[in-house]
């Protein structure tokens, strides 16, 4: 048990500073580029931050443990609604742009309806896979196109100054990824095998949180400083990205098994977070502390339904 509890905590902490690393790498070739800061707020940090969730999906499915690759990204878009963004705006509120409302959310939505469409014969098929990030590479497309002809300066996203440390940054970020998915994942797994929990509920607690936190650092932080700019599109993007890539690439490489577990209950309350965030970005022009109790509220709700299932 405590080797187990050693690997994912060890696991955990390298997650979390390999993604910042991946992410200021990734947004140094970014500026080098000249793409615009929107974008690679929406994009390029979005997909930074779900490189957790694409490592160890990837290595659960491969090695043999379905349930956590799904129930990670499940888990994952829980909490990034219903935690992170609950956190954040208790911390110091957001103003929710009209980008969020018209272009983001729309998409999250279709994408996990999407993903719930694929999800009910209880298996993710690999040309499915191949839809989802089809439908992501159309996406970004779409927003960069959009963004050239109509530039903002809506998002900062902090890169290295000297060029030389873009590389060493986002090789970095790869490779311990890359180990910190390895040792994530025997962690969970042994712990789910000495507690006698089921690798799914491993899979949407602890590896689904653990892979959500360089969204919570980031956001808390962000928030805290009151910098604004780090806004709500970036959460969504993040959700958007784990089906999309994470999904889509994992059952690309090995086609993923969805438990009826996860189809009638944990699916639903992703589905359910995302819908009930449409009215509170639409009611008033901030995200407040009352909408960031009731997310926060409603994830320990969720989580303590999950712990008392056990």
Same mark, same amino acid.
């Given at each position: 048990?405590?080797?187990?509890?050693?690997?994912?905590?060890?696991?955990?902490?390298?997650?979390?500073?390999?993604?910042?690393?991946?992410?200021?790498?990734?947004?140094?070739?970014?500026?080098?580029?000249?793409?615009?800061?929107?974008?690679?707020?929406?994009?390029?940090?979005?997909?930074?931050?779900?490189?957790?969730?694409?490592?160890?999906?990837?290595?659960?499915?491969?090695?043999?443990?379905?349930?956590?690759?799904?129930?990670?990204?499940?888990?994952?878009?829980?909490?990034?609604?219903?935690?992170?963004?609950?956190?954040?705006?208790?911390?110091?509120?957001?103003?929710?742009?009209?980008?969020?409302?018209?272009?983001?959310?729309?998409?999250?939505?279709?994408?996990?309806?999407?993903?719930?469409?694929?999800?009910?014969?209880?298996? $993710?098929?690999?040309?499915?896979? *191949? /839809?989802? &990030?089809?439908? #992501? %590479?159309?996406? @970004?497309?779409?927003?960069?196109?959009?963004?050239?002809?109509?530039?903002?300066?809506?998002?900062?996203?902090?890169?290295?100054?000297?060029?030389?440390?873009?590389?060493?940054?986002?090789?970095?970020?790869?490779?311990?990824?890359?180990?910190?998915?390895?040792?994530?994942?025997?962690?969970?797994?042994?712990?789910?095998?000495?507690?006698?929990?089921?690798?799914?509920?491993?899979?949407?607690?602890?590896?689904?949180?653990?892979?959500?936190?360089?969204?919570?650092?980031?956001?808390?932080?962000?928030?805290?400083?009151?910098?604004?700019?780090?806004?709500?599109?970036?959460?969504?993007?993040?959700? $958007?990205?784990?089906?999309?890539? *994470? /999904?889509? &690439?994992?059952? #690309? %490489?090995?086609? @993923?098994?969805?438990?009826?577990?996860?189809?009638?209950?944990?699916?639903?309350?992703?589905?359910?977070?995302?819908?009930?965030?449409?009215?509170?970005?639409?009611?008033?022009?901030?995200?407040?502390?009352?909408?960031?109790?009731?997310?926060?509220?409603?994830?320990?709700?969720?989580?303590?339904?999950?712990?008392?299932?056990?």
């Amino acid at each position: 048990m405590v080797e187990s509890i050693v690997w994912l905590v060890l696991g955990l902490t390298v997650l979390v500073f390999s993604g910042d690393f991946l992410v200021k790498g990734a947004v140094g070739i970014a500026e080098k580029f000249n793409i615009s800061p929107l974008v690679i707020g929406m994009t390029v940090v979005s997909f930074g931050t779900s490189a957790p969730e694409l490592f160890v999906s990837v290595k659960a499915a491969v090695s043999g443990s379905p349930e956590i690759a799904i129930g990670n990204v499940v888990g994952s878009n829980i909490a990034n609604i219903a935690l992170v963004l609950g956190i954040t705006v208790l911390i110091f509120p957001i103003v929710v742009d009209r980008n969020s409302k018209i272009i983001d959310w729309p998409m999250m939505m279709f994408s996990t309806l999407l993903f719930y469409l694929f999800a009910m014969d209880n298996i $993710i098929q690999w040309w499915e896979g *191949v /839809i989802l &990030v089809a439908l #992501i %590479i159309a996406f @970004v497309t779409y927003i960069v196109r959009k963004s050239i002809k109509s530039p903002s300066d809506e998002e900062e996203v902090e890169a290295p100054k000297k060029e030389w440390l873009t590389y060493v940054f986002l090789l970095g970020g790869l490779v311990g990824l890359k180990f910190g998915a390895d040792w994530l994942l025997d962690g969970a797994v042994g712990l789910a095998e000495q507690a006698g929990m089921s690798k799914e509920m491993i899979g949407v607690t602890i590896v689904a949180f653990g892979t959500s936190v360089p969204e919570l650092v980031a956001s808390g932080v962000a928030a805290f400083r009151q910098q604004t700019d780090i806004s709500i599109g970036n959460l969504i993007g993040s959700n $958007i990205f784990n089906i999309m890539v *994470v /999904i889509g &690439v994992t059952s #690309i %490489i090995k086609e @993923v098994a969805v438990t009826d577990t996860i189809l009638a209950n944990d699916m639903l309350w992703m589905i359910g977070i995302a819908i009930i965030l449409l009215p509170m970005m639409l009611i008033g022009k901030k995200m407040g502390r009352p909408q960031g109790m009731l997310l926060f509220l409603g994830y320990a709700a969720y989580i303590g339904l999950a712990i008392a299932s056990v």
